[in-house]
């Protein structure tokens, strides 16, 4: 019986996992390596080793009412996009709130984390801990990995020719703090996702010229959509994923295209994807096509070669006197405390997860891994819901199929990935068709039929209206008295 679980990381997925435990009935001990709660969104001045970094402007690409906690809705007041500093206040709140604290064991750092002698009987771990220099060996029923995906930065130098004699300076995204100090410089970004984009934009209002490196383009959104609502809730809604289903490819791919166009032509602005039907996650920044439009963003191919001062593009055109190079590369998910790092890369170096927690081929199914998946929405409730499934299956209470389906499921998935997102994307999902089957799987996905039946307004609100996740809180185990309530006021605080 799985009774003591270790929890690395108290991030937003962390914090989760605990909850989840205690619901459950079960001892969590969470081992966070800095002092305080919150993981990627606990802003620092300085990045910190082993520990994700943000720049002092992130805003949320979310809105309120879809990513928080699913009975934990952020206060009427609270802007629908977010600082920073103020997600985290609220995760600080939802810590205190349900008393998560006194198990969290600060700068605690988990060195290593291998499976007993006897797991293929007891599906034990030890869990290898160091705080001020002592070492301590801890053994466990089973372990939640919620240490992130955004810590060890992508810079892949060998892929720019030339960079080693460029004089000036270049850096990955991960310590990019603020723009001040770029003031009158020419600044090339290398990297058209979220960071490179908010990077560049804010540079923009200091550098002398900023010029904006893409491969292969990428779709940019606006938060804020049709008059004025915030666009995830009007886009992620039961209604249009079931429509995106039954439609046929090609025209579902031209809605797609033709939607992704609808305020600005992307092909006018350099920022058209190379696959233009690919779904992989648009990129948020409601400032871009204006920086553009004013001359201060430059769009740019990928660069082909850096020289001393200057830099050498894929479509012929030199840049000259480039002073400060950043790389928004991204991120490679790795797991150094992983004693066997196969557990969760189990073929060819990728991560290959069972509905993207669990690890198919260990012989007890009592490790998870939450946080490791993309959606086109938002992380906090789906680190949640992987959270309870995982408790679940540790328990027992939710069955998983023989190695050979599990690996067939998870071969089936990617070949859908691959279709849908491309190859660099292998961590995308759909995030309702993604929600829906793990509130399957443990008996909290909203019934429609007897919804329609027993409570129709409400119905409406869920097939028709946002995903929120108060959803998966109205029915089934962990069952929220205030999840109604919050379905049919959310207008009313976005409004607020």
Not at 25 to 44: A, I, K, M, N
Request: with cysteine; glycine share 8%; proline share 5%.
């Amino acid at each position: 019986m799985v009774r003591r679980v270790a929890v690395v990381g108290a991030g937003v997925s962390g914090l989760a996992a605990i909850k989840c435990c205690l619901e459950e009935g079960l001892e969590p001990t969470c081992f966070e390596q800095s002092e305080d709660v919150g993981g990627l969104w606990r802003y620092t001045d300085q990045a910190e080793e082993g520990r994700a970094s943000i720049y002092r402007t992130v805003f949320t690409n979310s809105c309120k009412e879809m990513m928080c906690y699913s009975d934990f809705p952020f206060p009427d007041d609270h802007p629908n996009y977010m600082h920073n500093a103020r997600l985290q206040h609220y995760i600080c709140k939802y810590a205190k709130h349900f008393d998560l604290l006194q198990h969290v064991r600060f700068k605690t750092l988990v060195t290593k984390v291998k499976k007993r002698p006897d797991f293929s009987v007891t599906g034990q771990w030890e869990v290898v801990t160091q705080r001020d220099g002592k070492e301590e060996t801890v053994v466990f029923d089973a372990v939640m990995v919620c240490s992130g995906h955004h810590v060890y930065p992508n810079l892949p130098l060998t892929d720019f020719p030339g960079i080693q004699k460029f004089k000036g300076c270049y850096f990955h995204s991960r310590e990019y703090k603020e723009p001040e100090k770029f003031r009158g410089k020419k600044v090339l970004v290398i990297g058209l996702g979220n960071s490179g984009c908010d990077i560049a934009v804010e540079l923009s209002t200091v550098a002398s010229q900023v010029y904006l490196s893409s491969r292969s383009g990428s779709w940019v959104m606006s938060r804020v959509w049709d008059n004025g609502y915030p666009w995830d809730m009007l886009v992620i809604t039961r209604f249009r994923t079931w429509l995106g289903n039954i439609f046929p490819r090609v025209l579902s791919d031209w809605l797609y295209v033709r939607g992704m166009n609808r305020f600005f032509k992307h092909e006018n602005f350099g920022l058209m994807p190379l696959n233009r039907t690919s779904r992989k996650e648009p990129v948020f920044n409601d400032d871009l096509p204006s920086r553009i439009a004013c001359g201060v963003v430059v769009m740019k191919p990928n660069v082909k070669e850096f020289r001393e001062t200057s830099v050498l593009f894929q479509d012929g055109t030199v840049q000259d006197d480039v002073d400060v190079v950043v790389f928004a590369t991204g991120y490679s998910y790795s797991y150094p405390f992983m004693e066997d790092d196969s557990i969760i890369k189990s073929r060819d170096n990728q991560v290959t997860l069972y509905k993207g927690i669990l690890p198919p081929q260990i012989e007890k199914p009592t490790m998870a891994v939450i946080g490791l998946v993309q959606s086109l929405g938002p992380i906090i409730p789906t680190a949640e819901l992987q959270c309870r499934w995982a408790v679940r299956v540790f328990q027992g209470q939710c069955m998983l199929p023989p190695v050979s389906e599990m690996m067939d499921d998870i071969d089936e998935k990617m070949g859908k990935k691959l279709k849908w997102y491309g190859n660099s994307t292998t961590l995308q999902t759909d995030y309702i068709t993604y929600m829906d089957e793990l509130a399957s799987a443990i008996g909290v996905k909203p019934n429609m039929l007897k919804l329609l039946l027993t409570d129709p307004r409400l119905a409406l609100e869920v097939i028709f209206g946002p995903c929120s996740p108060y959803q998966f809180r109205l029915m089934g185990l962990g069952k929220w008295s205030g999840a109604r309530k919050a379905i049919l006021t959310q207008w009313d605080r976005t409004l607020r």
